[in-house]
């Protein structure tokens, strides 16, 4: 039996109705605030907009790390908060956590990791995800993929 603060309900009430967060099965270890899609098998995995649709369709950030096949929470809204390291390390690359004021996109060069410029091409997606509150908050605004097309 999974962890019940991990579980897809906590006490009896659903965690995306107390947190903005839905629990998952992950498919594959995620780290904290990686961006996350939903798999053919309904399993949680890193989103990629240079993949599919389906894997360019960011449904949140891993709220914490997680072991494959263990539950992954998912936030999907609100504001998402992680140390400097957590953010260079594990999703930005940058170094210092994010660039306040930024906003915030699944890679199309690394599954998984997040950047603040659009360097989409034909054929692959713009996935916004959220704009940085300062250098260790994120303002989760996931909206939809847009393809990106040759003028």
């Known amino acids: 039996m999974p962890d019940q603060a991990l579980s897809p309900f906590a006490g009896g009430t659903p965690l995306a109705l107390v947190h903005g967060v839905q629990a998952m099965i992950s498919n594959g270890a995620s780290a904290i605030c990686e961006p996350l899609y939903?798999?053919?098998?309904?399993?949680?995995?890193p989103a990629f907009a240079a993949g599919t649709l389906q894997q360019a369709r960011c449904v949140g950030l891993a709220a914490v790390p997680t072991p494959n096949g263990?539950?992954?929470p998912v936030q999907y809204k609100g504001?998402?908060?992680?140390?400097?390291?957590?953010?260079?390390?594990a999703?930005?690359?940058?170094s210092g956590g994010l660039t306040p004021g930024a906003n915030y996109f699944v890679s199309t060069v690394?599954?998984?990791?997040?950047v603040t410029s659009i360097t989409a091409t034909s054929g692959q997606f713009v996935s916004p995800v959220g704009v940085?509150?300062?250098s260790t908050q994120m303002l989760i605004l996931?909206?939809?993929?847009?393809l990106a097309q040759d003028e």
Do not use: C
Request: proline share 5%; no cysteine.
């Open 91 to 94: 999703v930005t690359g940058e």
């Open 79 to 89: 504001i998402l908060e992680a140390t400097h390291a957590q953010w260079d390390a």
């Open 132 to 134: 940085a509150l300062s």
């Open 38 to 45: 939903v798999n053919a098998s309904g399993q949680a995995s």
């Open 70 to 72: 263990g539950y992954v």
């Open 110 to 114: 690394n599954p998984g990791k997040l």
């Open 142 to 146: 996931i909206d939809q993929p847009i």
